[in-house]
């Protein structure tokens, strides 16, 4: 059995004395347990579900809060991923590393922390196709982006003592796998403010994009805004879901994978912005689209 450990530390305030208000801790743990099971079962089965019980391939274990702040440990214990099993020391780190990656990844682009996916995940899935028999099955950035939205719900949860009763002022998100310990991500008052409000701003804004990935089920993708310096997620509106609309996406993903600098990769869109509380763009509805005109 594979194990992979995160850790949830509450500090500050109370925490320090290592105690929490009952109704805000539970609510915490509960989103805690659901990012990591729809995390584990995408990476282990390559399908997405919305129920943490629906996980297979794993289970998900806690250990009593430790002394000092308010600290839980959980071990992600994987028996085998799908119809792959476990068991050779190489190919369990691949899977270890993997499961550990998408946690990082969904955790911080749900914070609005930018996580490269071709340098991360990208480049690991790379190493598990070199397998003669694959470990996993490969995820797409796409399916990732789907998990984002089901877990958001769950990363705001996981802030409830810090904002609802205050009895910790900020937490810390750890992984330990073998004895590489990673520092996922820390959560306090203004990731709260970023994950909890998403405003639409009521005037559209014209601009130009690079697509960096696209569904062609869901309309969904992500673009590379130059001024934002990120690829930012965007959903095409259903008055932009015609021929020439979507052709002119995929042109742009396909152009933009040959040559990331070539001034045919970039697509001139309308949409509309919405944002945090603070004005951080946090993803756009594309409703017009502008054709290239190169061939």
């Given at each position: 059995?594979?194990?992979?450990?995160?850790?949830?530390?509450?500090?500050?305030?109370?925490?320090?004395?290592?105690?929490?208000?009952?109704?805000?801790?539970?609510?915490?743990?509960?989103?805690?347990?659901?990012?990591?099971?729809?995390?584990?079962?995408?990476?282990?089965?390559?399908?997405?579900?919305?129920?943490?019980?629906?996980?297979?391939?794993?289970?998900?274990?806690?250990?009593?809060?430790?002394?000092?702040?308010?600290?839980?440990?959980?071990?992600?214990?994987?028996?085998?991923?799908?119809?792959?099993?476990?068991?050779?020391?190489?190919?369990?780190?691949?899977?270890?590393?993997?499961?550990?990656?998408?946690?990082?990844?969904?955790?911080?682009?749900?914070?609005?922390?930018?996580?490269?996916?071709?340098k991360t995940l990208g480049e690991q899935y790379e190493e598990v196709q070199r397998q003669r028999k694959p470990i996993a099955p490969t995820i797409t950035q796409s399916q990732m982006d789907a998990l984002i939205e089901k877990c958001e719900s769950s990363?705001?949860?996981?802030?409830?003592?810090?904002?609802?009763?205050?009895?910790?002022?900020?937490?810390?998100?750890?992984?330990?796998?073998?004895?590489?310990?990673?520092?996922?991500?820390?959560?306090?008052?203004?990731?709260?403010?970023?994950?909890?409000?998403?405003?639409?701003?009521?005037?559209?804004?014209?601009?130009?994009?690079?697509?960096?990935?696209?569904?062609?089920?869901?309309?969904?993708?992500?673009?590379?805004?130059?001024?934002?310096?990120?690829?930012?997620?965007?959903?095409?509106?259903?008055?932009?879901?015609?021929?020439?609309?979507?052709?002119?996406?995929?042109?742009?993903?396909?152009?933009?994978?040959?040559?990331?600098?070539?001034?045919?990769?970039?697509?001139?869109?309308?949409?509309?912005?919405?944002?945090?509380?603070?004005?951080?763009?946090?993803?756009?509805?594309?409703?017009?689209?502008?054709?290239?005109?190169?061939?």
């Amino acid at each position: 059995m594979i194990n992979v450990k995160f850790s949830l530390a509450f500090e500050g305030n109370e925490a320090d004395n290592n105690q929490l208000d009952f109704y805000d801790a539970a609510d915490a743990l509960t989103g805690f347990q659901r990012s990591l099971a729809l995390t584990t079962h995408l990476v282990l089965n390559g399908e997405i579900i919305t129920q943490a019980p629906s996980l297979k391939g794993a289970r998900i274990l806690i250990k009593s809060p430790e002394q000092g702040s308010w600290k839980v440990v959980t071990t992600v214990g994987m028996i085998m991923a799908g119809a792959h099993q476990l068991g050779t020391a190489p190919r369990d780190t691949v899977l270890g590393n993997l499961v550990t990656s998408a946690y990082d990844y969904v955790v911080n682009e749900t914070l609005g922390f930018h996580v490269d996916f071709d340098k991360t995940l990208g480049e690991q899935y790379e190493e598990v196709q070199r397998q003669r028999k694959p470990i996993a099955p490969t995820i797409t950035q796409s399916q990732m982006d789907a998990l984002i939205e089901k877990c958001e719900s769950s990363v705001k949860e996981m802030h409830r003592p810090i904002y609802a009763s205050k009895t910790a002022e900020n937490a810390v998100i750890k992984s330990t796998y073998k004895r590489a310990v990673t520092n996922i991500a820390e959560i306090d008052l203004d990731t709260f403010d970023y994950v909890n409000l998403t405003m639409q701003v009521e005037r559209p804004i014209e601009n130009t994009g690079r697509v960096s990935s696209y569904n062609i089920n869901t309309f969904k993708g992500r673009i590379f805004v130059s001024n934002e310096h990120r690829p930012i997620p965007f959903d095409l509106a259903e008055g932009c879901r015609d021929f020439q609309s979507v052709q002119a996406v995929t042109q742009s993903l396909q152009r933009n994978a040959r040559d990331r600098f070539g001034a045919d990769g970039e697509v001139r869109f309308v949409a509309f912005r919405f944002e945090s509380s603070t004005g951080r763009l946090k993803r756009l509805l594309i409703t017009r689209v502008v054709p290239s005109a190169n061939p």
